[in-house]
């Protein structure tokens, strides 16, 4: 039975339009045009940081008594929900995508290395997630963020469409309780052209 009041359905489909689509995607259409036959530097770190920071931020916003500081936790919430994310996302490669790549280049700006075992991120016109690629003889085990971030893509189109269309009153709650957690307003924000800000950060300090 829908118990959503209409007005808070509303308020986190505009959450959906003004900043995520707005600011994340937004912003990842820019970098995804950055590819390697057109450009020296495509900013594939760059666009993993925002992916993968975008899968932290939705994942604590989906997670029931979550918390903010659970980054692991909260980016295998995202990576699992509902199915959006396909089955070539094993445990065993989110775990990799979090470890190696989420904490590594958020703190060091590269991928964490293992002994034995050289990790880089690239981008491609290739199909795979990950691609095993060489230079100096040297084998390097490549994170394809071209496959993320269509993923990525496809997995907010998917929450955005369920959000819209499913009688799912708990995703709601969900996320309007962590903006409650939060201590941010939901009222619509202000926001300038030149600034980006969390949505409602500027009514919450009237």
Not at 30 to 47: F, G, K, V
């Amino acid at each position: 039975m829908e118990t959503t009041k209409p007005k808070d359905r509303q308020w986190v489909i505009e959450l959906f339009d003004k900043h995520i689509y707005s600011h994340i995607i937004g912003d990842l259409k820019l970098m995804d045009e950055l590819q390697p036959h057109d450009n020296q530097n495509t900013c594939a770190i760059p666009t993993a940081m925002l992916i993968l920071s975008a899968l932290d931020f939705i994942g604590f916003l989906l997670r029931k008594g979550g918390k903010k500081d659970e980054s692991e936790e909260n980016i295998k919430t995202a990576f699992t929900y509902n199915g959006y994310f396909a089955d070539s996302y094993s445990t065993e490669i989110v775990q990799d995508l979090i470890r190696i790549y989420r904490h590594g280049i958020m703190h060091n700006f590269y991928p964490i290395q293992k002994q034995g075992k050289i990790y880089g991120i690239h981008k491609s016109d290739k199909q795979s997630l990950f691609e095993m690629l060489f230079e100096d003889d040297q084998a390097i085990n490549s994170l394809n963020i071209n496959v993320l971030s269509q993923d990525f893509k496809s997995f907010i189109d998917s929450l955005y469409h369920h959000i819209n269309t499913k009688k799912d009153s708990q995703i709601i709650a969900n996320i309007i309780s962590k903006y409650s957690e939060r201590q941010i307003s939901k009222e619509s924000p202000t926001v300038t052209t030149q600034t980006t800000i969390p949505p409602g950060i500027l009514s919450s300090r009237l």
